[in-house]
């Protein structure tokens, strides 16, 4: 079992800055490869929608809602993931889910298994 344990979700006034981050945990093995983690965030009433995702090359992708005010950036070492999150917004209001995409040994190239934190709360009040 693989585990995503996000912190550093809160309440934040319109403008201010948060930092997310998470960990993946449990059965990542030497010759497993996390081809890729991110973010995304599902508001209330609303599907759940990508904000960012880094390789584990460090290319990044950001949804254009929050291009410019929040960065991505992966600790490949320690499989950690964080969004550094300014300027918010109370649309950026939403719970935020970690995402891993593992790719195991064996598996063709390119693919891999998601796996998904239980979400942190973001609230950001006008």
């Known amino acids: 079992q693989v585990q995503l344990v996000e912190s550093g979700g809160g309440l934040v006034q319109a403008g201010g800055s948060l930092r997310l981050s998470c960990v993946a945990t449990?059965?990542?093995?030497?010759?497993?490869?996390?081809?890729?983690m991110g973010w995304y965030r599902q508001a209330p009433g609303k599907q759940r929608e990508l904000v960012a995702t880094?390789?584990?090359?460090?290319?990044?992708n950001y949804a254009d809602s929050v291009e410019g005010r929040f960065t991505a950036s992966r600790d490949n070492a320690a499989n950690a993931v964080s969004l550094q999150m300014t300027a918010l917004k109370p649309e950026d209001t939403a719970v935020y889910y970690c995402?891993?995409?593992?790719?195991?040994?064996?598996?063709?190239?390119?693919?891999?298994?998601?796996?998904w934190g239980k979400g942190t709360l973001v609230t950001v009040s006008s």
């Open positions: 995402n891993a995409v593992i790719q195991r040994l064996g598996m063709p190239s390119g693919l891999g298994t998601d796996y």
């Open positions: 449990g059965s990542i093995f030497r010759l497993d490869r996390i081809i890729r």
């Open positions: 880094v390789t584990s090359g460090d290319s990044t």
